[in-house]
């Protein structure tokens, strides 16, 4: 836990609430990623299309959703550093 907040530069307290962010963005994006790929008929992510489609829409939407989660927690600053 200390070298988490050395070398995100964060409190206890903050480092937590980051750890929490990222928990709950992997979690959602795991509910979100079943029905999405329902919807565009796709049954495993072993076909090119399901890979094209988890690049494309997945990941956009996991950093978005941090910057959501982490906007929620005070900790949108950080998370935006992070992401450029």
Known sequence: M????QKWD???IRAIL???VFTLT???VLLIKKPLFKLFEIEH???VW???LYLILILPLYNLLLL???SFFGLFKFFWE???
């Open 18 to 20: 980051a750890l929490i």
């Open 50 to 52: 399901g890979y094209l």
């Open 68 to 70: 959501v989660y982490g």
């Open 26 to 28: 992997g979690t959602t």
């Open 10 to 12: 964060l409190s206890p």
């Open 82 to 84: 992070k992401e450029k």
């Open 45 to 47: 992510i072993t076909t």
């Open 2 to 5: 200390k070298r988490l907040m």
